[in-house]
């Protein structure tokens, strides 16, 4: 079945750790995004990639990293966790004008 | 460039009343409109969404949306509210090529009062 995922759905780590946030789909998708969003808040574009091996910044700046090295795999690194980083993390994926969601990360800094 | 603006960040209405989101939109282009619904601590789902045919769009759940352009809106309605239907619900418009971002809105929270 076609869909997109991410793992872990909630990760509570402490200060200073290295983490990533995974996000794969099937559906063969070129495009895909990572939003960051505050519990009843709006969206904001931290990273995107129109294809393998292309990565921009969004309208948000992060200190996150991503890579693109597969067309089903658009993961997010952070170096070193901060409390001001927690924040619920989506990841979706685009045909040629509808975007397609994940479930989710929701990543909490102590 | 595109933007999206929706007015009233929280809309509460009782079970069974008519449901009235309001969305409108800024675009140097025919617009792609869409929009979603977000429940707690899950992604976005896709609602419905207008693609420069009819101007009146259905949705899952018993949703529609009536893209007019004089007014530049795409407001989202429900002729009777039910429970489940409590959510965050996000708009949303793109631009006319394939490279354009989805540029969301800032969501209004909708409450279902029984």
């Known amino acids: 079945e076609a869909d997109i995922y991410q793992t872990p759905r909630y990760l509570v780590i402490g200060t200073g750790k290295k983490i990533t946030l995974e996000c794969s789909q099937t559906m063969g998708h070129d495009k895909m995004y990572w939003y960051q969003q505050d519990p009843g808040m709006e969206l904001h574009l931290i990273h995107y990639s129109y294809g393998v091996n292309s990565t921009e910044k969004g309208d948000l700046s992060s200190e996150s990293t991503v890579s693109r090295i597969r067309t089903e795999h658009f993961p997010l690194t952070l170096e070193s966790a901060r409390p001001s980083h927690t924040s619920q993390y989506l990841c979706a994926s685009s045909n040629e004008r509808e975007q397609f969601f994940g479930p989710g990360t929701r990543l909490t800094v102590l | ?114």
């Open chain 2, 1 to 114: 460039a595109q933007s999206v603006t929706q007015l009233g960040s929280h809309v509460s209405v009782s079970e069974g009343a008519l449901v009235l989101l309001r969305c409108n939109y800024s675009s140097s282009v025919p617009p792609y409109l869409f929009w979603y619904v977000q429940y707690p601590n899950q992604g976005l789902q896709l609602l419905l969404k207008y693609t420069s045919a009819a101007t009146l769009v259905k949705g899952i759940n018993g949703f529609e949306a009536e893209f007019k352009k004089s007014e530049t809106s795409f407001h989202l309605t429900k002729p009777s509210a039910h429970m489940s239907d409590a959510a965050e619900y996000f708009c949303a418009v793109s631009g006319g090529t394939s490279y354009d971002k989805v540029i969301f809105g800032p969501g209004t929270s909708l409450s279902v009062i029984p």
